[in-house]
């Protein structure tokens, strides 16, 4: 019985690691040393002693990103290599501005669980599950959250023909973003044509026209 209890709770500690963000830390802090040649799991620290208060620190989360684009939004993200103090904290934090009716087109974090809040606007948000794809949305004001699980697709756009802003915090330093359009008809070098034919069922001049958008 003794066994038993302890394969549970290993199995419960294992699905614990599973589900979390990023790893815990091993100390206060870690500052990133964004000069450093080695590649580890995270960023380098550099030698503590030396940290600053700046280290800790960024400015710039008031001023809107530039919304003129084919999408109509922009996401200034603050991640580990933008303030270095987040190393090992898992941890980030992004503004995202949409022009009016602008998107922040349908895109997946690998690494990280958002909450989003709205400052400013009206947005229609939602997300879809993995297979069997249920999808959520829901319409959103100032003041309202919504947060959308990890790996998840999900979208946000403006419904208003106002200027929206939203605030969104991540658990992982480095969230990550896939752009799902991007990715599947922009990458470099491209995906073949036969393979994304058969993926959509759609004739070749249709994955063409739609590969011309993401060059
Ligand atoms: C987002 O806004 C910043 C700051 O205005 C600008 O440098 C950047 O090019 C914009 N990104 C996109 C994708 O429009």
Redesign the pocket.
């Known amino acids: 019985m003794a066994s038993g209890a302890l394969v549970i709770a290993i199995l419960a500690l294992a699905f614990a690691e599973a589900f979390a963000g990023d790893p815990k830390p091993l100390q206060d802090f870690c500052v990133a040393d964004l000069k450093s040649p080695v590649f580890v799991n995270g960023l380098v620290c550099k030698d503590p002693k030396l940290a600053m208060p700046e280290d800790f620190f960024f400015s710039g989360l008031d001023k809107p990103?530039?919304?003129?684009?084919r999408v109509g939004s922009?996401v200034?993200l603050v991640n580990a290599a933008m303030l270095p103090g987040l190393n090992t904290l898992g941890v980030s934090i992004a503004r995202i501005d949409y022009a009016p009716y602008g998107l922040n087109p349908p895109h997946t974090h690998p690494r990280a669980t958002e909450i989003l809040t709205v400052i400013e606007g009206s947005l229609y948000v939602g997300f879809v599950t993995s297979n069997p794809n249920k999808f959520f949305a829901k319409t959103l004001h100032k003041g309202d959250v919504f947060v959308f699980p990890q790996g998840l697709i999900h979208f946000q756009f403006n419904v208003g023909d106002i200027n929206a802003v939203a605030m969104s915090g991540f658990n992982s330093q480095n969230p990550g973003v896939i752009t799902i359009a991007d990715a599947v008809f922009g990458s470099k070098p491209p995906i073949s044509d036969d393979v994304l034919m058969k993926a959509f069922q759609v004739g070749k001049e249709i994955i063409e026209e739609l590969k011309a958008q993401f060059k």
């Open positions: 990103g530039n919304t003129n684009n922009n200034t």
